[in-house]
T-cell receptor
Framework: QQQVKQSPQSLIVQKGGISIINCAYE??????FPWYQQFPGKGPALLIA?????SEKKEGRFTISFNKSAKQFSLHIMDSQPGDSATYFC????????????FGTGTRLLVSP | GAVVSQHPSWVICKSGTSVKIECRSL??????MFWYRQFPKQSLMLMAT?????????EQGVEKDKFLINHASLTLSTLTVTSAHPEDSSFYIC????????????FGPGTRLLVL
């Protein structure tokens, strides 16, 4: 119940295309859903995050869509660029205790020029 | 703002030795710090959570006598891998959460440990 399932494992998108990464969770106590971007040999960097009281959040080319009833959320990268090539992790946490993050398994995105 | 540093960025050591990794929040006070471990092409696995001035809380399966965590101040936490073995080779990443609203964690750049 603590797992966050992420798909696909890897993704190749042409420059200018839309990258879509999906995550699903079981624990309805989760109330914070961030996405992280990680480049090789670096720590993850927060990209965008959402709470369950909204269905969509957009920041620049990055959009989170959230479906509370389906317990799913996704990251859309519009106009994907080669510089977006990285590993993306979804995560979830609940507002109790130390708010530990539970990470998805990661998606390796490659944006071809 | 919200910069977290780690030192060293990489370390190679002999089997049986101990290695200390530092995690610092450079421009904010971190009430809580987290230590993660990441194997190649895998996700981040939380090892422990530490609060300044108190003992760390370890995740199930993490040996607290092997991975010693000290949260000495609001800007510094250290992870010591004691009697390191080749299977401890991994990428260790810390994160820091400012104040009491800790849903936002800022991650350090990671430390790559290779035990020979």
């Amino acid at each position: 119940q603590q797992q966050v399932k992420q798909s696909p494992q890897s993704l190749i998108v042409q420059k200018g295309g839309i990258s879509i990464i999906n995550c699903a969770y079981e624990n309805t106590a989760f109330d914070y859903f961030p996405w992280y971007q990680q480049f090789p040999g670096k720590g993850p960097a927060l990209l965008i995050a959402i709470r369950p009281d909204v269905s969509e959040k957009k920041e620049g080319r990055f959009t989170i869509s959230f479906n509370k009833s389906a317990k799913q959320f996704s990251l859309h990268i519009m106009d994907s660029q080669p510089g977006d090539s990285a590993t993306y992790f979804c995560a979830a946490s609940m507002n109790t205790g130390f708010q530990k993050l539970v990470f998805g398994t990661g998606t390796r995105l490659l944006v071809s020029p | 703002g919200a910069v977290v540093s780690q030192h060293p960025s990489w370390v190679i050591c002999k089997s049986g030795t101990s290695v200390k990794i530092e995690c610092r929040s450079l421009d904010f006070q971190a009430t809580t710090m987290f230590w993660y471990r990441q194997f190649p092409k895998q996700s981040l696995m939380l090892m422990a959570t530490s609060n300044e001035g108190s003992k760390a809380t370890y995740e199930q399966g993490v040996e607290k006598d092997k991975f010693l965590i000290n949260h000495a101040s609001l800007t510094l936490s250290t992870l010591t891998v004691t009697s390191a073995h080749p299977e401890d080779s991994s990428f260790y990443i810390c994160s820091a959460a400012p104040g009491t609203v800790i849903e936002t964690q800022y991650f350090g750049p990671g430390t790559r440990l290779l035990v020979l």
